[in-house]
Every structure is written in C-alpha cells, then in structure tokens.
C-alpha cells in the first residue's frame, strides 16, 4: 500500500480462519492506503459472505462455484 504497487489484496477465508476482529483491521488497513479487498470463502452460508461485507471488504468471490444455480444458493 505504501509504494502504490498495488491497488487491491485478496484475503483467503477459504483456507485461512481470521476471526472477524482480523478481517476488520485488514480492511480498515486496505481502505486507510487506498486499496480495496476482497474475500474468498468457501461456498458453505450466507453468514460467511454477510460477515466478510460488514467488516469491510469490497466484494466476495466464493470458491468452486460451477453454476448459475450454485451461485444463486
């Protein structure tokens, strides 16, 4: 974020368990140098995308989604 290198992060929900506290802070973090986040979670409930949006992030992308359907769910 300092050296303007980059313009967004990818935070790995799927494979890593941030506690919600941590995944504020690094959009806090991402937002305070101008970046966007987003997050990438397993497709498992709405909790886990609704989680990831209130604590900041500027979009979700859930993993091993093949279909419009599976979207939809």
Do not use: K
Request: hydrophobic share 45%.
């Amino acid at each position: 974020g300092l050296t303007g290198a980059f313009h967004g992060v990818w935070l790995d929900m799927e494979h890593v368990g941030l506690t919600t506290e941590q995944l504020e802070v690094a959009t806090l973090a991402c937002r305070a140098y101008g970046m966007d986040s987003f997050c990438r979670v397993a497709p498992t409930d709405y909790a886990t995308v609704t989680r990831c949006l209130e604590a900041g992030a500027g979009g979700v992308m859930a993993a091993q989604i093949f279909t419009a359907t599976q979207a939809e769910q």
